[in-house]
């Protein structure tokens, strides 16, 4: 797929999901982990890189200088606006911008930060070498992603493109590992969580291209955790538990 046309499939996929990405509720999951990892200070200035709904940014402002968030869907940017003006927070600047180019000067930015953006990217590497590029000397690049070993990605890739079209690929912790070795990034840590999700909540949440394909792949995941992300059955209840991983290297 052209660039242009991916970046259309975004757009009309998150315009849709605006409302209710920011409803489900572990999204909003380890974020005093991103916090603690950064070390984040009043000193800080942060970048969220495909912002999406702003509860990565918002959390961010409450505890550093400034926080400029960026993505390329006006629906999630939109809903990143009431999210801060719900939390009554002024130090955050919102702008629609294309991630692989990003227009900002070397060294801007002493924490830069990408969470669930990733497995949407064309080219993962100009963006994390954008990444690094606007991080100043010393500051830290933290990127936040489903990741899976590499036995189980194929399976989730296509669970995920029938739940969302704009979804690329999910990136396995060998692909991320090389991934920070290219861009010259050096000592790279990992973390993780697991991030639960509800079937039915997932489902309410999504905009599939076959519904019912994907709530059988996922129930008859249950207990064989082909997919990676171990399906479990409690009171005839599904729910998806999500291999977070945080891929963090100082610049």
């Known amino acids: 797929m052209n660039t242009q046309n991916h970046h259309k499939n975004i757009v009309e996929q998150f ?8 409803s489900i509720r572990s999204h909003s999951d380890s974020l005093e982990k991103l916090i603690a990892l950064s070390s984040a200070s009043r000193k800080d200035d ?21 926080v400029t968030g960026i993505d390329m869907t006006q629906g999630m940017l939109d809903e990143a606006k009431k ?32 969470r669930f953006g990733f497995h949407h990217f064309l080219n993962p590497f100009k963006v994390l070498s954008e990444m690094k590029r606007v ?16 036995s189980k990605i194929k399976k989730y890739n296509e669970m995920e493109k029938n739940r969302d079209c704009s979804h690329v690929a999910a ?22 969580y697991s991030m639960r999700i509800g079937l039915k909540e997932q489902l ?14 996922i129930i008859a995941d249950a207990g064989v955790n082909d997919l990676g992300i171990n399906v479990t059955k409690t009171n005839d209840e599904y729910s998806l538990h999500y291999p977070i991983h945080i891929f963090s290297a100082n610049n």
């Open 15 to 22: 315009t849709k999901q605006a409302s209710g990405y920011s």
């Open 46 to 66: 942060v970048l969220d890189i495909a912002c999406g709904s702003g509860i990565v940014s918002c959390e961010f402002a409450k505890y550093t200088r400034h």
């Open 83 to 114: 999210l801060q003006l719900k939390q009554n927070i002024k130090n955050i600047t919102w702008q629609m911008g294309d991630v692989e180019n990003l227009p900002y000067d070397d060294g801007s930015f002493s924490i830069v930060v990408s």
């Open 135 to 150: 991080c100043k000397p010393g500051g830290i690049v933290i990127v936040v992603d489903v990741s899976l070993p590499d």
């Open 171 to 192: 990136l396995s912790l060998t692909e991320f590992t090389v991934l920070f070795e290219k861009v010259g990034f050096k000592n790279l840590n990992t973390d993780f």
């Open 204 to 217: 309410e949440a999504s905009f599939p291209s076959d519904s019912e394909a994907l709530k059988g792949m």
